[in-house]
């Protein structure tokens, strides 16, 4: 007889917590259905951008800040209704 056949052979079963995994649902447009094409409209937005300008004479963007002072509204892409109240979703 072999040394693996004098032994039987065990397994280890390790019990772990379940693991939570976060399911979020599709967003919805409430007044056509639309769930594909959003846009959000942010007001009084600061934009700075730094180029870095070739020797061609073209210009290359190396960094860009944001600062919003404004509202930001939340819009349905198809009937353009107003979804803000949904952004938290997001």
Do not use: W
Not at 13 to 42: D, H, S, W
Not at 54 to 82: H, K, L
């Amino acid at each position: 007889m072999t040394k693996n056949a004098e032994r039987p052979r065990r397994h280890r079963i390790v019990a772990r917590r379940p693991v939570t995994v976060m399911v979020r649902e599709k967003l919805v447009c409430p007044y056509c259905g639309n769930q594909e094409e959003f846009y959000e409209v942010t007001e009084n937005a600061y934009v700075l951008v730094q180029y870095l300008q070739n020797e061609d004479g073209t210009f290359v963007p190396i960094n860009e800040e944001m600062e919003v002072s404004g509202p930001v509204r939340f819009y349905c892409g198809r009937c353009q209704a107003d979804l803000s109240h949904l952004r938290d979703k997001l």
